[in-house]
């Protein structure tokens, strides 16, 4: 059977550890004996948390910091960019502007407005199959527009070269028929000169043709085309290349090559011109 009630001599010595106990803090309290000792110990946990911040929450701290600043930079330097070629495609908008605008109610309008975005759209390139555009007669891009939902189906597409195509379906991206493509006919236009030019299918040409007999003057190499208006759908005046080869097909029929001056695969920023 175990025993509840405590012995004398535990009592004895329980009683002798209150009374040393006592003294310890009697001295402690009159001549601060031992301050130093607590002293060291804050200074201890002081030092302890100190050292377990720096080496656990500040290297996280400054990780998650980097990161931060890292990604801001990024975002930075990609509204720079997009800033920068929006520049470039104005700076070309503007200083074409009367060429951009078929007509003086068109011109007012824009000068109405006074903001170019009304009638300017800046797009990036979503999807574009340069291996496609190389080898075949298909030349398609696939554009999204900045900050805007409309329909832009028949609207111009340039970049800081020049005209590359237009729109013909827009969705959540807009797909782009590209002056290259077989399917695509533009008139153009040198001096008196008109014609359809067509995509060759290959990069960076073009192609029109003519009769001798209605069209008397001769295209000479070098020759610059520019835009006609006609058609509708792209603004008159603007350059689209230079005549790069010339040969009879059939006879009192000749053909020529043009060579843009504009390139789809430049640039992943370029403009929409809303149809006015």
């Known amino acids: ?19 040393i ?14 301050e130093g000792i607590k002293n060291f110990y804050q200074s201890f946990i002081i030092s302890s948390s100190y050292i377990f911040k720096s080496a656990t929450v500040e290297p996280i701290k400054l990780l998650y910091q980097i990161s931060k600043d890292k990604n801001e930079l990024i975002n930075e330097n990609k509204k720079l960019k997009r800033e920068l070629d929006n520049s470039h495609i104005l700076n070309f908008i503007i200083s074409n502007d009367s060429k951009f605008f078929a007509d003086d109610d068109s011109i007012n309008r824009f000068l109405d407005i006074n903001n170019i ?8 390139l979503e999807y574009f199959d340069t291996e496609l555009y190389m080898c075949c007669s298909k030349h398609r ?17 340039i970049n800081d070269m020049g005209i590359i195509g237009h729109i013909i379906y827009g969705d959540s991206l807009s797909e782009v028929l590209l002056l290259t493509d077989i399917d695509h006919v533009m008139p153009i236009m040198s001096g008196n000169h008109f014609c359809n ?3 060759s299918g290959k990069p960076g040409k073009i ?7 209605v069209w008397q003057e001769k295209v000479s190499i070098g020759q610059e085309f520019y835009s006609s208006g006609m058609g509708g759908i792209y603004p008159k005046g603007i350059l689209i290349g230079n005549v790069s080869d010339i040969r009879e097909v059939e006879e009192n029929f000749i053909e020529f090559d043009i060579n843009l001056v504009s390139s789809p695969i430049v640039k992943n920023v370029v403009g929409v011109l809303e149809s006015i």
């Open 117 to 124: 975005n009304e009638v300017f759209h800046l797009a990036k």
């Open 197 to 199: 030019a067509r995509g």
């Open 141 to 157: 891009a696939f554009i999204k527009t900045y900050k805007n939902n409309k329909n832009l189906i028949g609207s111009t597409v």
């Open 21 to 34: 106990s006592g003294f310890l803090i009697y001295i402690d309290l009159k001549h601060k004996s031992f």
């Open 207 to 213: 192609t029109c043709s003519y009769n001798n007999k």
């Open 1 to 19: 059977m175990s025993r509840v009630a405590p012995t004398s001599g535990t009592k004895v010595l329980y009683f002798l550890l209150i009374i």
